[in-house]
């Protein structure tokens, strides 16, 4: 039970410091006016996305200093985008009809899909080496440069009120959060590789919990901007965080100690992954929006690959 309450205390800090992050990454991109479509798949995202991103930097530590964490990272990563691509995009779809541009789903809905299909690639052999974690890394970048480069001239003209904007503040609250993070990061990585150690249950296991734990901030921002009537941010903020976490995430990750893959993971969890990815866009294709019948196979989704990984894997 010692375990148990510092997992929980580490998802925790994971989701409240996430929020408190990007609330503050939120109001800085609101006073300079950066545009919607940016701020989901870009600030939003990788906000969301600090706590997968600390859970496998800090699983690559463990690895390297001789605690194999392995299994947190590849699990955590599935398990959160699984969740995201399905549970999370089913829930807000209920709440409103999320539509996208055709563009925006040609472009990013593409790219969500291999990033996806690279990270398998990468694992494929059953370890991802320090090489190939870097070339995730980079692929990553290339996408960010060219998204923003494609978006530069959307981006609004800063408003003469704006240049007054001291962003100390929120820069600071942004810092603050991330560290909390870091922290419940820490805890979650070393105390679920001890319960994987004394209780005999799998790492992989443990991360698909403590993804969909990690993927909460993704839901929290999503259905606020939804509330907010902002549809495009909220979607934007899922597919962007589908498109960070395998490539920049655990990419991240791999680059410090590479991480070995059971074969479990591969013959079934990246499988069933992939096949949900492409079932979402599918459904997004089909009139460029979900809506709640659509949402309803999403989350059906998600509770069959619950049932399947724990009954029969």
Not at 6 to 14: Q, R, S, Y
Not at 100 to 108: A, E, G, H, K, N
Not at 112 to 118: D, G, K, Q, R, S
Not at 177 to 186: E, Y
């Amino acid at each position: 039970m010692i375990e148990v309450g510092f997992i929980l205390l580490g998802l925790v800090g994971l989701l409240w410091g996430s929020d408190y992050s990007v609330n503050a990454a939120r109001e800085i991109a609101r006073k300079l006016r950066i545009s919607e479509l940016v701020v989901g798949l870009t600030i939003v995202s990788i906000g969301t996305s600090v706590p997968e991103i600390a859970t496998n930097v800090l699983a690559g530590y463990s690895t390297l200093s001789g605690v194999d964490a392995s299994g947190i990272a590849v699990g955590s990563i599935i398990g959160s985008e699984l969740a995201q691509i399905t549970l999370m995009l089913g829930l807000v779809g209920f709440m409103a009809t999320l539509h996208i541009p055709r563009r925006s789903l040609v472009r990013d809905g593409f790219m969500l899909f291999m990033a996806a299909i690279l990270m398998y690639l990468t694992a494929v052999d059953g370890f991802v080496s320090r090489s190939e974690g870097v070339l995730l890394v980079l692929t990553y970048i290339i996408y960010l440069t060219y998204l923003v480069t494609q978006e530069r001239a959307k981006v609004r003209r800063v408003p003469e009120e704006a240049r007054d904007y001291d962003i100390s503040a929120d820069a600071l609250k942004t810092m603050i959060g991330i560290t909390i993070i870091v922290f419940g990061a820490h805890l979650v990585v070393k105390y679920g590789v001890v319960m994987a150690l004394r209780y005999e249950i799998s790492a992989s296991v443990i991360g698909l919990f403590v993804g969909l734990g990690t993927s909460l901030p993704e839901l929290t921002v999503s259905l606020r901007a939804i509330q907010k009537s902002a549809g495009s941010l909220s979607l934007g903020n899922l597919i962007g965080s589908n498109i960070t976490d395998p490539l920049l995430s655990f990419g991240l990750g791999a680059s410090i100690a590479g991480v070995t893959v059971e074969h479990i993971i591969l013959k079934f969890d990246f499988v069933y992954w992939i096949t949900a990815t492409a079932i979402a866009l599918l459904l997004l294709y089909n009139h460029m929006n979900i809506n709640r019948k659509e949402s309803s196979i999403l989350i059906i989704l998600y509770g069959l690959f619950l049932y399947m990984r724990l009954t029969f894997f």
